[in-house]
């Protein structure tokens, strides 16, 4: 099993900055990619990053994915934050597919941290 534990969600306004954290434990070597989702009020969980280089339209260009192999931990800097990103962010971990957008492709998630976005 592997474990997933975010931090680094908050309160900031819009057109701050956040960085999140997710550090996996457990059989850390069964992963072969990582993602993050995100999911609002009322809303589906949606796609966010994944893999190095995979963002959702909403987000390229503000936000970046980076991944320290070493300490088994993914990153997402989001800057020029919105009222529209406030949502429950969650870590995900592939066994089997780098850089997917589906849900289904991922087969361990955190319990997410939120993060708000003020006008």
């Known amino acids: 099993q592997v474990q997933l534990v975010e931090s680094g969600g908050g309160l900031v306004q819009a057109g701050g900055s956040l960085r999140l954290s997710c550090t996996a434990s457990?059989?850390?070597?069964?992963?072969?990619?990582m993602g993050w989702f995100r999911q609002a009020p009322g809303k589906e969980r949606e796609f966010v990053a994944a893999?190095?280089?995979y963002y959702a339209d909403s987000v390229k260009g503000r936000f970046t994915i980076s991944r320290d192999n070493a300490k088994n931990t993914v990153y997402l800097q989001m800057n020029s934050l919105k009222p529209e990103d406030t949502a429950v962010y969650y870590c995900?971990?592939?066994?089997?597919?780098?850089?997917?957008?589906?849900?289904?492709?991922?087969?361990?998630w955190g319990q997410g941290t939120q993060v708000t976005v003020s006008s």
């Open positions: 893999g190095s280089t």
């Open positions: 457990g059989r850390t070597f069964s992963i072969l990619s």
């Open positions: 995900a971990a592939s066994k089997d597919v780098i850089g997917s957008r589906y849900r289904s492709s991922y087969d361990y």
